[in-house]
């Protein structure tokens, strides 16, 4: 009896052992893979003027197999920048309809499922609601810079009234609880994550929306979006809208040559920047400072957002080029608004903006511009006698990202079948006669590097090979283990004779 008991004893120690050095190990790291970056803010403002404004603030026109028709699929979204642009969907047997936030930076379709403030309402998943919702025995928790959410992971299947024909079925996470997700105001229920398997949630095996679409369809891999809030207070009763082109072109939709970015990695849509111009004045960066953790371009992020370097150098550019002298550093930061007597427009005091993207022909790029219109933004209700403006730039620690300051001016096509991303100048960002954005070129990239993504960093890909690698090590050792356990012990047959630790290891290598 005392044989069999020390043999046992030592393997679930080291088992004990193992699983408390690493367990913490592999929490912490899936940890770090649940933050998705980059989300909205809210504002809350004041009825006086300089006041705090607080941060809490898509070429046929058809596709010839049937399946969609482009043009039922023009102004299919409402929103704006600021609370975001939406799609109604139908979800469930019998239907459910909700308004599902766009988003191409992420990957998850995730829905209300429970009662929330900020909500009218949310999708039922009981099977006497919906009898197609089917529970896939797992649950998902992601974190937003700003928010987040949990809920259980399921099936079911959704249509769009002006989408693709027919209904599919998809994964669903069904929100259960969320913290700072949701914004007073806003008319949407969940979130369409259009972005690459590696970003969904728990893992990369939860097949995200548009690749099913594309499965289940056959569609092209290919969808575009319009988003029609340039130069429009995002406060408007009445939000401008946008189009979600899924499986093609619209060329209705944009004016002039549409020109392409290579696709630098398949997680969120990243892009290779090789300078940015404030006016006609080259920030002479080094390129690789524009790249810094990556460059994305995401429908789901509000602002234009920068590497702190560049922030700090197009913030102190345009403080030089601009005719307004002793501007407030408070309007540079986002926490307070610029105010001008009602009816003086003050976008003639400020610069053009300009970023430079490596073209499919690696040895060109082509530039696209937005006016300062487009991120010298008004906001409304704020004073019966003052016009007053927010600065749609900020400063970013987790890489640059081309948000809704930009993507406004443009169409913007996400060609995921030959991995680039095409931009034109889009046909609803004009504000009396006057086009908001521009696109020209080719320039040559002779001037700028080779490579401009900088050096490698652990990006989250690597960390998904890196947990893959941690838990199959895991496994080894624990079956290791469990063969210890279950061997029998050797032991002399002497009657007294006990088998030590040090005899063992001693005996094995004599053998």
Known sequence: MEEGRFCGTRPRVLLRVLLVLLVPLLIGAADGLYSIPLKFSAARLNSSAGLDLASGGLSLASDPAGTVNFLDMVDNLEGDSGRGYYI??????????????????SSNFAVAAAPHPYITHYFNRDELVSSTYRFSGGFVAVRYTQGDWEGELGTDVISMPKGPNGSITINIAAILSSEGFYLPGVNWQGIL?????????????????????VRQTGIPDVFSLQMCGAGVSSSTADP?????????????????????????????????????????????????????DKAIVDSGTTLLRLPVNVFN?????????????????????GTKLACWTKGQAPWTFFPKLSI??????????????????????????????LDCYRFGIS?????????????????????????????????????GNLFLSEVSGPFLAGGVTSDCMGDPLLKEPLMWVIAYAMMGLCVLVLLLLLILLVLPCRHRRGRDSVITDQSSLVHHRIK
């Open 88 to 105: 109604e969907m139908t979800i469930g047997t019998p239907a459910q309809a909700v308004n599902i936030l766009v988003d191409t930076g």
């Open 356 to 385: 430079y993207l490596r073209a499919t022909n690696t040895s060109q790029s082509f530039r696209i511009t937005i006016l300062p219109q487009m991120y010298i933004q008004p906001v409304t209700e704020v004073d019966v006698n």
């Open 240 to 292: 401008a809208g946008g189009s979600l082109i899924m499986g093609g072109v619209e060329p209705t939709l944009y004016r002039g040559s549409m020109w392409y970015t290579p696709i630098i990695q398949e997680w969120y849509y990243q892009v290779e920047i090789l300078k940015l111009e404030v006016g006609d004045r080259n920030l002479n960066l080094d390129c690789k400072e524009y790249n810094t």
């Open 395 to 431: 400063s970013s620690t987790n890489g640059l990202v081309i948000g809704a300051t930009v993507m406004e001016g443009f169409y913007v096509v996400f060609d995921r079948a030959q991995k680039r991303v095409g931009f034109a100048v889009s046909t609803c960002a004009e504000r």
């Open 313 to 333: 150098a197009v913030v102190e550019t345009i403080a030089q080029t601009s005719l307004i002298k002793d501007f407030t550093s408070g309007f540079w930061m």
């Open 193 to 213: 994550g259009m972005a690459y398997p590696l970003l969904a949630r728990p893992d990369p095996s939860v097949e995200p929306f548009f690749n099913s679409l």
